[in-house]
């Protein structure tokens, strides 16, 4: 069973940056898509960073794009989404996701997913 976990979350001030980490156990293959989602208070989860299985395309939402950048360490099955210049409106809690599928970008086709990272932006 793949199992996923995030860290690096934390409260910065705006402007700030932060390294969100998600390791992952239980499978040493790396065919497997991953991705990254968040989900603010009263909003629907939303993805912000979902690379394509071989890394040539990387899926970013206008909201993020030129900010957030995601990278994955295929060795160690890890993911890192670094962000920058955060905003308070990226307040939320980040989630990393998986699936050997591969079927789209959205979380309806992702099948594995972590139990967050909380995110805090104060103005």
């Known amino acids: 069973q793949l199992q996923l976990m995030e860290s690096g979350g934390g409260s910065v001030q ?3 940056s ?3 980490s998600c390791a992952t156990s239980g499978y ?3 065919t497997f898509c991953m991705g ?4 603010a208070p009263g ?6 960073a979902i690379p394509s299985r071989g890394g040539g395309y990387t899926y970013y939402p206008d909201s993020v794009k030129g ?6 360490d295929n060795t160690k099955n890890t993911l890192f989404l670094q962000m920058n210049s955060l905003q308070p409106e990226d307040t939320a809690m980040y989630y990393c996701a998986a699936d050997f599928q591969c079927a789209g ?3 309806a086709y992702f099948t594995y997913w972590g ?5 805090t932006v104060s103005s």
């Open 28 to 30: 040493s293959d790396s």
């Open 14 to 16: 705006a402007g700030g």
């Open 43 to 48: 909003k629907r989860r939303e993805g912000v």
């Open 105 to 107: 970008w959205g979380e």
């Open 67 to 72: 900010r957030f950048t995601v990278s994955r």
């Open 36 to 39: 990254w989602f968040r989900q």
């Open 18 to 20: 932060l390294l969100l």
């Open 115 to 119: 139990q967050g990272t909380q995110v």
